[in-house]
């Protein structure tokens, strides 16, 4: 039996661990109980019927970044049981599960908002912002694996889309949503496509992706956004989304969301004067009324026309000498001709022509998003055949990007990149700190006995050796033993 004096050495390294100083916690162990995910996935009903629990399965899946592993299979071989005893068939059973993690997302970005109080910013300095991103794939057996066409680069790859909604507070942007899209065309060496039920949580998102376009499906993010209780002053999204069908039902949503985005020349007309113009003719009509702006330096042309299909009016600002803000360039590939000049369009007509560009900008913060959840947070880097794995995966990026935001936020970090850099470091050192302990843990038991046998101490040394190993496992991620 441990004496007393065993269980006042257990304590006082329990006292010791438990102080913020804890090595072996990292700020992920903490993000994830402040935020309370345990909870989160039992009301979203993300559960497993026995073995581990899913929060302690999601942990581990949310920390191979910061860990440099790109694979479970490549985790469990390390046989790193400071973080987890789990083999990889309980991980993959995981991923295969279809559920409910719309839900969830939604569930932390509430608690995130409750905790960081949204409500701080006004309401003008909200933004939701819209856009999609290319997914490419390599597999052809990955399920409803199809070619994308990418309007950016100008040809088809072989992968998925995805639609996201964001929130852009003022300060930070959160993914709130997203949609897979698939395209028509598909690799003739790939399975047959496998659509679900709607009704189901296993096939809404694979039928969604199938047989609804786009627009629809910002649209319905938006529409869930609300639902949820999260609001924003503006939508922002570019001109592939800047349909009059879109613009309109966003206002049916809600009188006080207002839109600004980017316009291209469609066959959409525009009334002015009496007359009905497509964009570039209502361009020509005006540039020789634009004039410099003094708190941009474009040269810009404000026109106040009636929103097409509404009688509401909206305001097209033409601005010359605009350029987005730089991407990365790619070597050998040539650079794209600026225009001439671009146009865009707010259905809040109280707003100045360049306060209009201004709030446009906000919406470069989703594609550093996409950037930044590729380049650190393996978005897209799933190699599993299964659709729910893979919408696991983009859920688990987005889930990664809401924490780094959040810690960063609560910590006044720099950048994510900064924070992200961090986080490794310290989930490396945590990984070194243990197996420095399997290391002394042998020198140790020696150690004691030595001493025992020389001061003639009656106690067993075992009972001290077992009380670090017992103090120790407890400060692991997770415990337990698949059943």
């Known amino acids: 039996m441990p004496t007393i004096n065993c269980r006042k050495f257990k304590g006082e390294i329990e006292k010791y661990l438990c102080k913020d100083q804890n090595i072996f916690e990292s700020q992920l162990d903490r993000a994830f109980r402040m935020l309370n995910i345990k909870t989160k996935l039992n009301r979203s009903n993300i559960r497993k019927k026995d073995g581990y629990h899913a929060a302690d399965l999601l942990f581990i899946i949310s920390l191979l970044p910061l860990l440099k592993i790109s694979t479970i299979h490549s985790f469990c071989r390390k046989h790193w049981h400071h973080w987890c005893v789990a083999r990889k068939d309980a991980f993959y059973r995981f991923k295969r599960t279809p559920c409910r993690w719309r839900s969830f997302i939604y569930m932390i970005i509430i608690k995130i908002s409750e905790m960081l109080q949204f409500e701080k910013y006004p309401l003008n300095e909200r933004y939701f912002v819209i856009d999609d991103s290319p997914i490419p794939k390599r597999g052809q057996n990955i399920e409803n694996v199809s070619f994308i066409y990418?309007?950016?680069?100008?040809?088809?790859?072989l992968g998925f889309s995805?639609?996201?909604?964001?929130?852009?507070?003022?300060?930070?942007f959160y993914p709130l949503d997203f949609a897979y899209r698939f395209g028509k065309k598909r690799h003739p060496k790939s399975s047959e496509e496998k659509i679900g039920d709607p009704r189901t949580i296993s096939g809404q998102m694979s039928y969604e992706a199938k047989h609804q376009g786009k627009v629809k499906l910002a649209l319905q993010m938006i529409q869930r956004a609300f639902d949820r209780g999260i609001r924003a002053g503006y939508v922002l999204?570019?001109?592939?989304?800047?349909?009059?069908?879109?613009?309109?039902?966003?206002?049916?949503?809600n009188k006080n969301l207002q839109v600004i985005c980017r316009l291209k020349n469609t066959k959409v007309l525009y009334e002015y004067n009496g007359k009905n113009y497509r964009l570039a003719e209502l361009y020509q009509k005006v540039k020789s009324t634009i004039k410099k702006d003094s708190r941009t330096g474009l040269y810009l042309r404000r026109v106040t026309v009636p929103l097409p299909g509404s009688n509401e009016k909206a305001v097209i600002v033409f601005a010359k000498g605009y350029r987005e803000p730089e991407e990365d360039v790619?070597?050998?590939k040539n650079k794209d001709k600026e225009p001439k000049w671009v146009a865009f369009l707010s259905t809040d007509t109280r707003l100045h022509a360049s306060t209009i560009i201004k709030k446009y900008t906000k919406r470069w913060t989703i594609e550093v998003c996409f950037k930044e959840c590729k380049q650190l947070l393996a978005l897209g880097k799933d190699q599993s055949n299964d659709f729910n794995a893979q919408v696991l995966s983009t859920t688990?990026?987005?889930?990664?990007?809401?924490?780094?935001?959040?810690?960063?936020?609560k910590n006044n970090a720099t950048t994510i990149g900064d924070l992200f850099q961090n986080l490794t470091d310290e989930s490396a050192t945590?990984?070194?700190?243990h197996r420095l302990w399997d290391f002394f843990?042998?020198?140790?038991?020696?150690?004691?006995?030595?001493?025992f046998d020389l001061f003639k101490i009656e106690e067993q040394c075992s009972y001290y050796i077992?009380?670090?190993?017992?103090?120790?496992?407890?400060?692991?991620?997770?415990?337990g033993c698949e059943t």
């Not at 945590?430 to 700190?433: K, L, R, V």
């Not at 843990?441 to 001493?451: E, N, T």
């Open 466 to 479: 077992d009380s670090f190993n017992q103090v120790l496992s407890a400060s692991r991620p997770f415990r």
């Open 330 to 332: 790619v070597k050998g």
């Open 441 to 451: 843990r042998g020198l140790f038991a020696v150690a004691l006995c030595k001493i």
């Open 396 to 409: 688990v990026s987005f889930l990664r990007y809401n924490i780094l935001n959040f810690l960063n936020e």
């Open 150 to 157: 990418d309007h950016s680069v100008g040809r088809s790859f």
């Open 430 to 433: 945590i990984t070194y700190a």
């Open 162 to 172: 995805i639609v996201t909604l964001g929130l852009f507070t003022g300060e930070n």
């Open 237 to 253: 999204f570019d001109s592939w989304y800047a349909w009059p069908s879109l613009i309109n039902s966003i206002r049916n949503i």
